[in-house]
């Protein structure tokens, strides 16, 4: 076989190989054997009808395509002795031309990542504020509230009682505004609710009576739909309540959570809890400041194979998901109010975000020298290996050594979660 290498951009190499006609004619005759075992002609067993009768049966465009597949591991072993190529993908063949019968295999190398001063890649470190006691009242309020007691009255509502409305809102131009036109729509005055810009206006009403209000909500108000708009709000109270809350004892802790726990103990436990979920989000907030730095930083040229590859990635991720979900693809995409054009531009935004942030972070670990322990790869090595025999998929030795998937999988995790916690820090 003769095969030519050529350089292409985006570290790409392509192998061109011209196949003789001898190899081609022997290819051709594998071809029809097998193509015999997958069709049947009466009068003969599966796979024994010769080969001109077989020609009968089936197209020349099936016969090429089975000589190709024939002929395509010779013609890849010569094109990685040719090439000397160090894919990271599996390699893309394709036919050039059929006279003579000429193959082309892309393979596609590691992109070399180029950082813009990833010494100045720095990440905020802003101080997780601490949780004060009303911190800790709204959350055992949200709690209590779950088993209140609501008693009507008639006389005009005040902070802690609940009001029961219905709502219409019209903006400048008196179009009705669904998020804020509501048939019903419960609210417990003092409690901070969503719409607290209401409460002003609920203060003192009673049971019956109706109030219009213009009320310009801010622009970031949890409710996307009236951010940074003038509304003129027509609401009803349809029913006015006394709220009693039950009392936070060690009987009513034990009851609702199960836990023997006495009030001031439970306090300090929501107090940590709620201290340790600002720690949580602060964390999160940094390592997110982190990536979208590196991605900013990181200059790198992505060969389109490499971003088709994690797009099928992520389809097939998809269809697992959608499929422990009893779902199909086709339901999710009518649910979703997308085509399947739109999933794949999005997928391939994301794929090339993604990618671009993997070879970014390797660049900016190399540039730190994180180097990780041998004795942790070790560790979590056997955790792996004792993880993988009780699902049923045993890794082999080659997978376990030095060069071997799951060991560069593992080494690369702990590095990378190395150069994380020392990038955003831990609160001491």
Do not use: C
Request: hydrophobic share 35%; glycine share 4%; charged share 35%.
């Amino acid at each position: 076989m003769e095969t030519k290498i050529e350089k292409l951009k985006q570290a790409r190499i392509k192998t061109t190989t011209v196949v003789p006609d001898t190899a081609k004619k022997a290819a051709e005759e594998l071809a029809l054997k097998a193509l015999a075992h997958r069709i049947k002609i009466k009068g003969f067993r599966e796979g024994m009808a010769p080969a001109n009768l077989v020609r009968e049966h089936v197209t020349q465009e099936q016969i090429m395509e089975e000589t190709v597949r024939q002929l395509l591991p010779e013609v890849m072993k010569d094109a990685f002795k040719v090439s000397n190529a160090k894919p990271i993908i599996r390699p893309a063949a394709s036919v050039v031309s059929l006279e003579p019968l000429t193959i082309s295999i892309v393979f596609v190398e590691r992109p070399t990542a180029e950082m813009k001063k990833p010494e100045s890649i720095k990440v905020e470190k802003k101080t997780i504020p601490e949780t004060s006691q009303k911190d800790i009242d709204a959350f055992i309020g949200k709690l209590l509230i779950q088993d209140k007691v609501e008693t009507p009255v008639s006389r005009e509502a005040k902070k802690g009682d609940s009001v029961t409305l219905k709502l219409a809102a019209k903006d400048k131009a008196s179009k009705q505004v669904d998020e804020l036109t509501v048939g019903r729509y419960a609210v417990i005055l003092g409690s901070e609710d969503l719409l607290s810009e209401l409460e002003p206006h609920l203060l003192g009403i009673k049971k019956g009576e109706r109030k219009s209000a213009v009320i310009e909500f801010p622009k970031d108000h949890d409710i996307p739909g009236i951010q940074g708009k003038k509304l003129t709000i027509d609401l009803e109270a349809t029913e006015v309540s006394e709220v009693k809350l039950p009392e936070l004892t060690s009987e009513y802790i034990k009851s609702r959570l199960g836990a023997d726990r006495t009030p001031d103990a439970f306090r300090t436990e929501v107090g940590q809890m709620l201290t340790n979920q600002k720690k949580s989000q602060e964390m999160k907030r940094r390592e997110e400041e982190l990536y979208e730095k590196v991605k900013a930083a990181t200059k790198i040229e992505l060969a389109p194979e490499l971003i088709d590859a994690e797009v099928q990635e992520m389809v097939i991720d998809l269809q697992e998901r959608l499929k422990r979900q009893n779902t199909t693809v086709e339901d999710w995409l009518k649910a979703t109010n997308k085509d399947q054009k739109t999933v794949f531009d999005e997928m391939k935004e994301i794929a090339n975000s993604r990618i671009v942030l993997r070879f970014g972070m390797q660049a900016l670990a190399e540039s730190k020298k994180i180097v990780v322990d041998p004795t942790e790869i070790h560790l979590a090595m056997k955790a792996e290996i004792t993880h993988a025999k009780e699902h049923g998929h045993p890794l082999s030795e080659a997978d376990q050594k030095e060069g071997g998937s799951a060991y560069e999988r593992i080494k690369w995790e702990k590095t990378m979660q190395k150069l994380v916690e020392g990038m955003i820090g831990e609160e001491k």
